[in-house]
């Protein structure tokens, strides 16, 4: 009942992964799946935080941001972490990763997911009225 209920089918095979669903035999989607499922898992980024122009609109006496800005402000930063490693702190506000823009939590989750296990990408923030870029590495 659960495969029907998730592919809408009455036939086999049903194959789930995850939020994956594969009816019948699909050998480009099972690989995929398949190389999302093995090799060395990345490591968590490890940043606790919210919507920048959120956050900053009720809490104006903790920071300013310029005017327009988006991004995720940095509440906490997990020890030991990747982002922790990388020199992120809290109170930065994270800008952009790996070259492409971060204007919200959702994005920066999503920017985050396509980083490989091992990549070394750069991250841009905004810390102390003044832009900065720097390395951090998604290994162990």
């Not at 089918?9 to 190389?35: C, K, M, S, T, Y």
């Not at 988006?70 to 972490?81: A, F, I, L, M, N």
Request: net charge positive; hydrophobic share 35%; proline share 6%.
């Amino acid at each position: 009942m659960e495969m029907i209920r998730r592919s809408r089918q009455h036939g086999v095979p049903v194959i789930a992964a995850g939020e994956d669903v594969i009816v019948g035999f699909d050998q480009p989607r099972l690989a995929r799946i398949a190389e999302q499922h093995n090799g060395p898992k990345r490591p968590p980024f490890g940043v606790f935080g919210a919507n920048a122009a959120e956050y900053a609109s009720k809490h104006s006496d903790q920071i300013t941001l310029p005017p327009g800005m988006k991004g995720v402000y940095v509440g906490k930063v997990r020890e030991g972490s990747v982002a922790a490693r990388g020199g992120i702190k809290p109170g930065d506000v994270i800008t952009g990763i790996a070259g492409k823009r971060v204007t919200d939590l959702s994005g920066l989750d999503r920017l985050i997911k396509s980083v490989r296990a091992g990549e070394d990408v750069t991250v841009g923030l905004y810390r102390d009225g003044a832009y900065e870029t720097i390395p951090v590495k998604f290994s162990d």
